[in-house]
T-cell receptor, first 119, second 109 residues
Framework: DAGVTQSPTHLIKTRGQQVTLRCSPK?????VSWYQQALGQGPQFIFQ???????QRGNFPDRFSGHQFPNYSSELNVNALLLGDSALYLC??????????????????FGNGTRLTVT | QQPVQSPQAVILREGEDAVINCSSS?????VHWYRQKHGEAPVFLMI?????EQMRHEKISASFNEKKQQSSLYLTASQLSYSGTYFC??????????FGKGTKLTVNP
């Protein structure tokens, strides 16, 4: 059973460029969340996709956008890259229909991330 | 909205115990705990829901005090494999999970 897969693993871009990161969720999962993790910090929530729509969004500018496809895979796009966008980008999948002790609250399964370096 | 974790770092000898705390300024619906080893993805440990139930994962247990909006992670008889950074993630009723800055745990022989 494949877990969450992300591609590419590493990426080097120049300021002002655009980047697309990809994520395939764990089999059976239908929800994808994206996080940005700076060195030595906790993951920061970017947004979450469910049924091909953005369901929740964190405090990130519109330069960050995403998409979810019918097969539940997802992309994260970042436009006009800044040096401060350098970070590990984590994709996490979950199952929206999981009832955990009577509440809909599913554990997140993370991919190994994409390390983005902006020069 | 970001939960506050304490301490920021802990150094233990194998077999010692540790407690990691997570607190929020807002009412919580649930608390998640994850462990991340260097260069790896965060791995789910446990979820605690409203009701104060204490959960267990091997020799790691946790509690959730919803009145105080706090959760604590208890690592008993620590093993070398427990080394890593522990993150709590909190949900305040919406779907998004907000993580703290993490607590770095080092277990030495």
């Amino acid at each position: 059973d494949a877990g969450v897969t992300q591609s590419p693993t590493h990426l080097i871009k120049t300021r002002g460029q655009q980047v697309t990161l990809r994520c395939s969720p764990k089999s059976g999962h239908d929800t994808v969340s994206w996080y940005q993790q700076a060195l030595g910090q906790g993951p920061q929530f970017i947004f979450q996709y469910y049924e091909e729509e953005e369901r929740q969004r964190g405090n990130f500018p519109d330069r960050f956008s995403g998409h979810q496809f019918p097969n539940y895979s997802s992309e994260l796009n970042v436009n006009a890259l800044l040096l401060g966008d350098s970070a590990l980008y984590l994709c996490a999948s979950s199952f929206s229909g999981l009832v955990w002790r009577g509440s809909y609250n599913s554990p997140l399964h993370f991919g190994n991330g994409t390390r983005l370096t902006v020069t | 909205q970001q939960p506050v974790q304490s301490p920021q770092a802990v150094i233990l000898r194998e077999g010692e115990d540790a407690v990691i705390n997570c607190s929020s300024s807002k009412a919580l619906y649930s608390v998640h705990w994850y462990r991340q080893k260097h260069g790896e993805a965060p791995v789910f440990l446990m979820i605690l829901l409203k009701g104060g139930e204490q959960m267990r994962h091997e020799k790691i247990s946790a509690s959730f005090n919803e009145k105080k909006q706090q959760s604590s992670l208890y690592l008993t008889a620590s093993q070398l494999s427990y080394s890593g950074t522990y993150f709590c993630g909190t949900q305040g009723g919406s779907e998004k999970l907000v993580f703290g800055k993490g607590t770095k745990l080092t277990v030495n022989p």
